[in-house]
T-cell receptor
C-alpha cells in the first residue's frame, strides 16, 4: 500500500541557510501534519492543513512556514536555520477531518544544521 | 493544556514475558488517546487508539490498552513479548480540529532479552 513520502530523506545545511522539506500524503488523504522530533525527544506538533487551509498550529517557529498545495502535497519552509533546528521532521496524513481517521506517518527527513 | 507522562524511560523484558507500559495523561475533557511505536530511523506506527466506548482497546500486533478515567491512565499491555517488539513506544493525547494534534509522552524504550 502507498505510504506517506517525504523528501529528502537527509538534509545538511549551514546556520542561517534555508531548507524546504516536502511531503506527499497517501492518495485521497487531504489532511497533512508536520511534527519535529529532536534527538532523544518526543515528537512535537508543528502545524496541520486540511484542504489546503491551515487547520491547527502548534509550536512552529516564526522562521518556519508551511503550505498545502492543490495536489495535497505539503512543503515546510525553514529559514535562518539554527543549530537547534537539527531534528527529524515527520509528515503525517489522514483522510478528512474525521476524528477517527488515523494518522499515517512518513519515515521523516533528518535535518542537520552545522 | 494537555500533557502525557510515561514514567518508565527504559524497560527490559524477556522474550515471552508479559509487558505493561504506563501512560498517564492530563486533559480537561474526554481525551483521545493513542499508542504509537517507533523503530530506529523510522516513522511512527499507530498501535491503537481510544476515543470513546469500551475502555479496553485492542490494537495491532497483539497489543491492548485500557483507559481508566479515575486514574487518568492508558496503559499498554501485551501478554507475550516477541523480540521484534523492541522499539520506542509513545503514548499520546489528541486535540485540535481532527483530534490528531498530538501531544506525546517522552517515550519508553523497550528492550527484549532472548
Amino acid at each position: 500500500a502507498a505510504g506517506v513520502i517525504q523528501s529528502p530523506r537527509h538534509l545538511i545545511k549551514e546556520k542561517r541557510e534555508t531548507a524546504t522539506l516536502k511531503c506527499y500524503p497517501i492518495p485521497r488523504h487531504d489532511t497533512v501534519y508536520w511534527y519535529q522530533q529532536g534527538p532523544g525527544q518526543d515528537p512535537q506538533f508543528l502545524i496541520s492543513f486540511y484542504e489546503k487551509m491551515q487547520s491547527d498550529k502548534g509550536s512552529i517557529p516564526d522562521r518556519f512556514s508551511a503550505q498545502q498545495f492543490s495536489d495535497y502535497h505539503s512543503e515546510l519552509n525553514m529559514s535562518s536555520l539554527e543549530l537547534g533546528d537539527s531534528a527529524l521532521y515527520f509528515c503525517a496524513s489522514s483522510e478528512g477531518r474525521l476524528l477517527r481517521s488515523p494518522l499515517h506517518f512518513g519515515n521523516g527527513t533528518r535535518l542537520t544544521v552545522t | 493544556a494537555q500533557s502525557v507522562t510515561q514514567p518508565d524511560i527504559h524497560i527490559t523484558v524477556s522474550e515471552g514475558a508479559s509487558l505493561e507500559l504506563r501512560c498517564n495523561y492530563s486533559y480537561g475533557a474526554t481525551p483521545y488517546l493513542f499508542w504509537y511505536v517507533q523503530s530506529p530511523g523510522q516513522g511512527l506506527q499507530l498501535l491503537l487508539k481510544y476515543f470513546s466506548g469500551d475502555t479496553l482497546v485492542q490494537g495491532i500486533k497483539g497489543f491492548e490498552a485500557e483507559f481508566k478515567r479515575s486514574q487518568s491512565s492508558f496503559n499498554l499491555r501485551k501478554p507475550s513479548v516477541h523480540w521484534s517488539d523492541a522499539a520506542e513506544y509513545f503514548c499520546a493525547v489528541g486535540a485540535g480540529n481532527t483530534g490528531n494534534m498530538l501531544t506525546f509522552g517522552g517515550g519508553t524504550r523497550l528492550m527484549v532479552k532472548p
